[in-house]
């Protein structure tokens, strides 16, 4: 080997190694974010473990409240997957930030109105929800969604029991100043003088001009849930 091919040479190793070194990159930055952002704050369903025969009459006006902080308190929130190079994950955040109500009348559900603060959502990681709000749904400007019922609704079927019922609710749905219809059956039950209403509801962040932020290494997919548990007293 000559003189100058010694340079040439190590010079082309140089280059390997530096190639190496960013495909390691590549590979691993989008794990260690991954690991590094969890799968968030879910609203999970209703549980009627321990529920107590109903207690009053399901007629009435109904509030949301956070009577008891129990696995049945009002929360509402989102659930997405995050996209990522090498993986695909479920992210959730979640808010008890919740006011609403209803009016009930011969056991049909006749007005309501469901409020959530968005500006108080919370995942479990404070710069994905910096992003949430400022990049997703840009809270300074729509600090709040709303839930209002359109159409009647038939809960005289609903058990006493302290099991739980179904109840379709129709109404609109506005989130980021864009409202939509929106119809979905969800679970119902009555525990005391309680009412607590659940639901997994699918959605598309693109009906609600909700779009994909440039999260490091990562964007949203299109379809996601809003996940909603109400506990309403009179």
Do not use: C
């Not at 409020?115 to 919370?122: A, C």
């Not at 999260?215 to 997919?221: G, L, S, T």
């Amino acid at each position: 080997m000559t003189t100058q091919s010694k340079p040439a040479s190590k010079i082309i190793i140089a280059i390997f190694i530096i190639l190496i070194v960013i495909l390691a990159l590549v590979a691993v930055v989008p794990m260690l974010f991954a690991l590094a952002m969890g799968p968030g704050v879910k609203t999970e369903g209703l549980t009627a473990e321990g529920a107590q025969p109903a207690s009053t009459d399901i007629d009435g006006e109904w509030h949301v409240t956070h009577q008891r902080a129990d696995s049945n308190t009002t929360s509402v929130g989102f659930t997405f997957f995050e996209i990522l190079p090498s993986d695909r994950r479920e992210t959730s955040g979640s808010t008890q930030s919740v006011e609403g109500w209803a009016t009930i009348e011969q056991g049909s559900v006749q007005a309501g109105e469901i409020v959530v603060d968005m500006t108080d959502v919370s995942t479990d990681n404070e710069r994905r929800d910096i992003n949430v709000r400022n990049k997703i749904f840009h809270t300074n400007e729509y600090p709040t969604a709303t839930f209002t019922i359109t159409e009647p609704a038939d809960v005289s079927d609903v058990p006493g029991n302290g099991t739980p019922g179904k109840v379709t609710l129709t109404g609109e749905m506005e989130i980021r100043g864009e409202t939509r219809p929106l119809s979905h059956e969800f679970d119902i039950l009555r525990d005391g003088d309680r009412v607590i209403v659940s639901g997994d509801v699918d959605i598309n962040r693109n009906e609600y001009g909700v779009e994909s932020p440039e999260f490091v290494a990562a964007k949203i997919d299109d379809t996601g849930q809003l996940n909603i548990r109400l506990l309403l007293t009179k």
